[in-house]
């Protein structure tokens, strides 16, 4: 039993020596000391590694590398990459509008200029002059559509911009061809004058609608802008704002003068030589009223009801609309309570008159006037 006390082994593996050994002999080369166990000193060479120090001390480093790594990324990263970031939508959106608003304004600045040219000189080239600047102008929106975190409605606005132009200069192009072999033709003087003057007249209102049409766009866009960025998307450094009210004012005057003159050339109207210019996207709101011809009355309600009455015998009630930019009529005519349906097209419409024709029959004229 007393040889298992003294067997070697690490310290915590030996119960306590009694103390009555401590005094018996001394010290021996295999570490007991007066009968008890003393642990040999510890050598003086490199201590051993810690495995969980180099561990820690691994995970630390790689740890550190990576937010050096993506610190340098993010620092490094193009600004265009940023798309999401809002102060770089709003700052890009800013530039872009202003850089449209230069561009409108630039464009409406000459079309005035060719304007007033022509008006000083009916040979100047006022058509070629135009498809120049409005080619132009194209131009420099489909490269402003080409930068980069734009608001996307913005965007959308410079799609349908150009589509307008687009559909505007061929409209513009159509009516001074059919305008110039107007004023060539050999037909007599009045007749000439009266395809003149209904050509003059369709340009005008249609004219008013695109002019109409593009203050809505740019209305409808610095509003929504507005609200998203909490920034003041100026509308009213826009040129075509600023001369909206003079030039709508002009067009109506233009329009009563044309209106005048053409029922001055017509006579009674009835004049088979005369230019029909159908009504674009006609709308409900444009032939809604009272129209008469002669001793005939024609009522279109704007809640969609309608009567007529044509002299001696010819009277009905019912309702109408506008189906596929025409005017329908259902009628039930009286007194025989039979039922009709007419389909009109609008021409040459103006603040208070139009022509009627007979979908069917293009001869088939009624040439109306409003009465309120």
């Not at 850089?99 to 100047?124: G, I, M, P, V, W």
């Amino acid at each position: 039993m007393s040889d298992s006390l003294r067997s070697p082994g690490p310290p915590s593996s030996h119960p306590q020596v009694p103390s009555s050994l401590e005094s018996q002999s001394g010290s021996s080369g295999t570490g007991y000391t007066g009968g008890s166990y003393q642990q040999p000193p510890a050598p003086s060479g490199p201590s051993r590694p810690n495995h969980r120090t180099l561990l820690i001390s691994a995970a630390i480093t790689v740890a550190s590398s990576l937010i050096i790594y993506y610190l340098t990324t993010y620092l490094n990263r193009p600004k265009s990459d940023a798309g999401n970031n809002l102060l770089v939508v709003k700052q890009s959106t800013i530039d872009a509008w202003d850089s449209y608003e230069t561009y409108e304004n630039l464009y409406t600045t000459n079309a005035l200029l060719f304007e007033r040219k022509l008006k000083e000189d009916a040979t100047y080239p006022y058509l070629a002059e135009f498809e120049r600047e409005s080619s132009k102008f194209v131009k420099d929106v489909e490269t402003l559509k080409q930068k980069k975190d734009v608001d996307p409605d913005l965007l959308n606005v410079f799609d349908r911009r150009l589509e307008n132009e687009k559909t505007t200069l061929k409209d513009v192009k159509a009516y001074y061809e059919k305008l110039t072999k107007a004023a060539t033709s050999n037909k007599p003087e009045t007749e000439k004058a009266i395809e003149i003057v209904s050509l003059m007249t369709w340009y005008t209102e249609y004219y008013k609608t695109a002019f109409e049409r593009s203050i809505n766009d740019i209305q409808l866009i610095a509003g929504r802008l507005s609200e998203r960025y909490g920034s003041h998307f100026d509308m009213k450094k826009f040129l075509i704002i600023q001369i909206a009210p003079a030039r709508m004012k002009s067009n109506d005057s233009l329009m009563t003068v044309l209106q005048e003159r053409l029922q001055l050339l017509s006579g009674n109207g009835k004049n088979p030589t005369l230019q029909l210019m159908p009504v674009q996207n006609l709308r409900a709101d444009q032939i809604a009223g009272i129209w008469r011809e002669g001793e005939g009355r024609l009522s279109l309600d704007k809640n969609g009801k309608m009567s007529y009455h044509f002299p001696p015998e010819d009277s009905a009630a019912g309702t109408w609309k506008i189906d596929a930019g025409k005017l329908r009529l259902d009628a039930v005519l009286y007194p025989s309570g039979a039922k009709k349906i007419w389909i009109f097209n609008v021409n040459n419409l103006m603040p208070d008159a139009c022509i009627l024709t007979v979908d069917t029959d293009e001869d088939d004229r009624y040439f109306l006037k409003r009465e309120k």
